[in-house]
Nanobody, 124 residues
Framework: VQLQASGGGLVPAGGSPRLSCTAS????????WVWFRQTPGKEREFVAG????????FYADSVKGRFTISRDNVKNTMYLQMDRLRPEDTAVYYC??????????????????WGQGTQVTVSS
């Protein structure tokens, strides 16, 4: 079972990249998916989450109105559309699945599996 995150890179401030996270080896269509991010020296922080159907979405205040989370259960993939990027959005972005149904806010310690992370660097 593996989550593969992709779509990161060097992006200018104000840019709009889209991150993807695809599961292989198992389907997670009945579980919530989430995005976290981490910068050096800081703890990993919640960015956004989506419930199993895509009908409920949750965002950190810092990204609300700029990022949009979505999922495609046919493709076993989750997305994070990032708009109006800021230098402070620079981080490694991780995807994960909440297979225990920890609810909202999710319990980071309960999330499994995790993707390997994709670096997003926003240049000013």
């Amino acid at each position: 079972v593996q989550l593969q995150a992709s779509g990161g890179g060097l992006v200018p401030a104000g840019g709009s990249p889209r991150l993807s996270c695809t599961a292989s080896g198992r389907t997670f269509n009945r579980y919530a998916w989430v995005w976290f991010r981490q910068t050096p020296g800081k703890e990993r922080e919640f960015v956004a989450g989506v419930n199993w159907s895509g009908g409920s979405r949750f965002y950190a205040d810092s990204v609300k109105g700029r990022f949009t989370i979505s999922r495609d259960n046919v493709k076993n993939t989750m997305y994070l559309q990032m708009d109006r990027l800021r230098p402070e959005d620079t981080a490694v972005y991780y995807c994960a699945v909440d297979t225990v149904g920890s609810g909202w806010p999710v319990l980071e310690s309960k999330l499994d599996p995790w993707g390997q992370g994709t670096q997003v660097t926003v240049s000013s």
